[in-house]
């Protein structure tokens, strides 16, 4: 097989693959120091992704092997289904990355920088240089200079650039550092605006709330190893959670509830119980829960299921794990 037939080959190979990123067993060491130590990650297309974990755990390290800014010691890895570093160029033509911080030209304006950085680039990112701007809400500043600009502006600025390509991928590295509250939420919103379009955003963060609210599906990653993966949904159904319960007479009702198998679980307090369930706890619990009160005559008006967030998890598992060693 020539070449040329080669290239015209991959991207309908890559177009079936379901994942945006695949990894298997992928490793990349510091001397002694295991940064990322077997990573098999799976991003479904379309999705935003957060690869989530604490300073040092090998975050920017993994996103940097992905991206060929250095090389892995052990593994596979493709991205868009094309195999990486064999067909890197039409990976990275169809990706956008920001690594570590967003730099441009401070003294020049947004819009100068996008031209410089699409003048490097196809034709056509010229054409999308306003489009860019537009898209992530920084039109109107565009030609202020950037050294004008909030970090906030910045990091858009930066996104902007990764647009100028187009890319079915965008990966993300701590796209929220740095950011005050507000400055998060445009981010959160832009981000999620991308996915709708059909985009897959692969973020990286240690902001565990952070990713809880932007992304659809995570992997928790702890000293260079995945813990964890999948829809954050399913990660949380698997978790431990309490029960809710507003009602007329706590005391009442602690009273019914202390003789059942959850006696021990419950906590009385001045406007309702709280119930402690286990991981794995059936639904019909709840059901039961509320049977038992209403027969015994207490008046509940609201009963309801909350799950450990993602953050309250994961400290219990890194903790889990660091006591273990
Ligand atoms: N160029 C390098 N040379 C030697 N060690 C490195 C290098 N880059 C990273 N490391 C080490 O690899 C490990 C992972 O670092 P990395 O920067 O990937 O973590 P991170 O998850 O991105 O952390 P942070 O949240 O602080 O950005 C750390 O122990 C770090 O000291
Ligand atoms: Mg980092």
Redesign the pocket.
């Known amino acids: 097989m020539s070449a040329t037939s080669v290239e015209e080959v991959a991207p309908s190979r890559a177009a079936k693959s379901p994942w945006a990123v695949e990894t298997h067993g992928l490793t990349k060491r ?2 002694d ?1 295991v ?2 130590d077997g990573v098999e990650l799976l991003v479904p297309r379309g999705c935003a992704f957060g690869y989530l ?12 092997v992905l991206l060929g800014l ?1 090389h892995a010691d052990a593994g596979t890895m493709s991205l868009l289904g094309y195999p990486v570093p064999r067909h890197r160029d039409l990976a990275l033509a169809r990706t956008g990355a920001i690594v570590d911080e967003a730099r441009f030209h401070g003294h020049l304006t947004g819009r100068q920088n996008l031209q410089i950085l699409a003048a490097a680039r196809e034709p056509a990112a010229r054409t999308r240089i306003g489009a860019s701007l537009e898209r992530v809400g920084i039109a109107h500043r565009a030609d202020d200079k950037v050294s004008k600009y909030s970090m906030g502006m910045r990091q858009r600025l930066g996104v902007a650039a990764c647009l100028l390509g187009d890319p079915q991928l965008l990966i993300l ?2 796209p929220m550092n740095g950011l005050d509250p507000a400055g998060m939420l445009e981010i959160r919103e832009m981000i999620q605006s991308l996915v709708a379009e059909g985009r897959t955003v692969v973020l ?1 963060s ?1 902001l565990l709330d952070e990713v809880e609210r932007t992304c659809d599906a995570v992997a928790i ?1 702890d000293r ?1 190893k995945v813990i964890r993966q999948g829809p954050i949904a399913d990660l949380l159904s698997g978790s431990a959670f309490e029960l809710q319960i507003d009602c007329a007479t706590p005391e009442r009702a602690g009273a019914l509830l202390a003789g059942t198998q959850w006696g021990a679980n419950v906590q009385v307090g001045p406007d309702g119980l709280r119930v402690d369930l286990a991981a794995g706890t059936d639904r019909e619990v709840a059901a039961e829960v509320n049977r038992l009160l209403v027969e015994g005559g207490v008046s509940v008006y609201r009963l309801q299921e909350v799950h450990a967030s993602l953050e309250s998890w994961f400290l219990e598992v890194t903790t889990r794990l660091g006591a273990s060693q």
């Open positions: 510091f001397k120091n940064a990322v974990g604490p300073n040092g755990a090998g975050k920017t390290t993994l996103i940097r250095t590295d701590e990286s240690h990653v260079g």
